[in-house]
């Protein structure tokens, strides 16, 4: 069984930054696209950002594109999530997914996903 960890959350003033960590513990990572996704209670999960396999593609929701920076670093088997700028609307339970490059579907959909983590709370408040 795969135990992907995020850590990094926390409770942030509007117009602070956070990073965010999720490693996935796996022998084959770098095979894997990694995302970040978001829940708030009573609605589904909110797709945030994702970076492919190869690193060489990023995808960002709209509502956080130019503030947040997805990365990877294949030797940790860790991605990131830098979040600058960061307003109340971006909290919620940040959840780190995982999955193999093999096979079809939006890397924007949470049912594509097969790896997930507990998730790591976020906060905007003053």
């Known amino acids: 069984q795969v135990h992907v960890v995020e850590s990094g959350g926390g409770l942030v003033q509007p117009g602070g930054s956070l990073r965010l960590s999720c490693v996935v513990p796996l022998h084959t990572f770098r095979n894997y696209t990694v995302a970040w996704f978001r829940q708030i209670p009573g609605q589904e999960r909110e797709f945030v950002s994702a970076i492919i396999w190869s690193g060489a593609m990023e995808y960002y929701a709209d509502s956080v594109r130019g503030r947040f920076t997805i990365s990877r670093d294949d030797a940790k088997k860790t991605v990131y999530l830098q979040m600058n700028d960061l307003k109340p609307e971006d909290t919620g339970l940040y959840l780190c997914?995982?999955?193999?490059?093999?096979?079809?579907?939006?890397?924007?959909?949470?049912?594509?996903?097969?790896?997930w983590g507990q998730g790591t709370q976020v906060t905007v408040s003053s």
């Open positions: 997914a995982a999955r193999s490059r093999i096979g079809g579907g939006s890397d924007r959909r949470a049912a594509q996903y097969r790896l």
